[in-house]
């Protein structure tokens, strides 16, 4: 309900613009100069704006909701962390969200038959490990294949489902240990 309460006073009270691809993505142009975007994800907004725009916002939504936490670059909203680069671009990754990752405990006697279906519980893990996963490939394509191949067996997963799972989140933080 927050949400949607956020999202009628953005688009009312401020000359903020609804995607049309996307209702969370919000935005404000003045003639052919974009001026702000806003992205909603719950009761967060990651704002990009002037700063006479960012100022008059942060007024207005405080007058409306109350204190608001203002951030500054480096920052992590969503799993992504947003870092200034030294040209001025934003640098996008989720290196500290696939570091949480955690992988799924399997009995070892388990392991060894890999056709076996997965337990109420190693499903519920299966799918929530491999739905995280699918957050890295806003960032991470070298993932997709692999994470998409995955996600295919999310009705019905067997243990060597699990062990390609645990298997790709462990080499792709491998991977970006090793590059660090």
Not at 8 to 17: I, R
Request: aromatic share 8%; net charge positive; proline share 4%.
């Amino acid at each position: 309900m927050f949400q949607l309460a956020l999202l009628e006073f953005l688009t009312t009270s401020l000359p903020l613009v609804r995607s049309l691809h996307d209702e969370n993505y919000l935005f404000y142009a003045d003639a052919w100069r974009l001026v702000a975007v806003f992205v909603i994800h719950v009761d967060d907004i990651l704002m990009c704006s002037l700063p006479h725009f960012m100022k008059t916002s942060r007024v207005a939504l405080e007058k409306r909701f109350g204190k608001v936490k203002h951030n500054m670059l480096p920052l992590v909203y969503t799993g992504i962390r947003h870092t200034r680069l030294p040209d001025g671009g934003i640098f996008l990754d989720q290196l500290l969200y696939l570091e949480k990752l955690k992988p799924m405990e399997i009995s070892k006697h388990r392991l060894k038959d890999t056709t076996s279906p997965l337990t109420k519980e190693e499903h519920f893990d299966f799918r929530s490990l491999v739905c995280s996963m699918l957050w890295l490939c806003l960032t991470r394509i070298d993932m997709i294949s692999e994470i998409i191949a995955l996600q295919s067996h999310l009705v019905s997963p067997a243990i060597s489902h699990a062990r390609e799972a645990n298997a790709v989140s462990y080499t792709h933080l491998r991977a970006h240990e090793t590059k660090a």
